[in-house]
């Protein structure tokens, strides 16, 4: 498995995961601002630019994550965090390993399936997949994204280098992806984090999520679309995190 590290090898572990289409730059401001307290792991999912393997599903990247921190670090870290696919793979973390770590942050998680979306994503991408390497369609798709305007280059690098093949297989299971019961007898803290301007499935999910797992906090976050939290506001995310390592 591919990945960044930042901090110091002895420090308490913190794995944040990214979204769908990104990289491990997703979390790199974070990962800045918490490396002086904090070993941060950054690892490249299944599938995507610079990765080692191909996406097959959430479960499999689940099971190659949990492997990682079985071989690198003594089978738990201290906290885990995730965007959209990163988190929908948390979540499958935490239901099939429950002391896996002590604390996760799960932000923006589909855990109700779209059937319809579902459905569409291979033809769609048929027909749309020869559009990604072109810049002006790149930067339709990133403003699309809510992502600020500098984290371009690196987002439209990444994307010209996923497969087709690859980009079907990660939105199709991001679209189709059904929360486990186990995921009710983990021993973690967590924190669930929706935008107030995301759409309503993945508010019900976040709802879903916070009503599956015993003792979880769920916050709204106002104004925000959907990844924005982690990517555009690192300041504000960290806070949040600490405050809940800290338990408040």
Known sequence: MKYVEYGQENKEVIIFLHGGGLSWWNYREVAELLQDDYHVVL?????????????????????????????????????IGGLSLGAQIVAEILSKRK?????????????????????LVKPMMDM??????????????????????????????????????????????????ILKEAIADTGAK????????????????AQKLHNAIPGTSLMMLKGKYHGEYSLNCAEEYVETLIKLLQGE
């Open 43 to 79: 690892p490249i999912l299944n599938g995507h630019a610079g990765s080692d393997k191909d996406f097959v599903s959430i479960e499999e990247n689940a099971e190659d994550i949990i492997a990682f921190i079985d071989e690198k670090f003594g089978g738990s870290v201290f906290a």
């Open 99 to 119: 002391d896996i770590c002590r604390y996760a942050v799960i932000e923006s998680a589909l855990v109700i399936p779209m059937k319809v979306t579902h459905a």
């Open 128 to 177: 749309s997949y020869g559009l990604i390497k072109k810049k002006w369609f790149a930067k339709m798709q990133f403003k699309s994204l809510k992502m600020k305007d500098e984290l371009f280059d690196e987002y439209y690098k990444d994307t010209c280098q996923i497969t087709k093949e690859n980009m079907v297989s990660f939105l199709s299971a991001n679209s189709n992806y």
């Open 190 to 205: 967590v924190c669930i984090l929706v935008g107030q301007k995301e759409n309503k499935k993945m508010r019900d999910s």
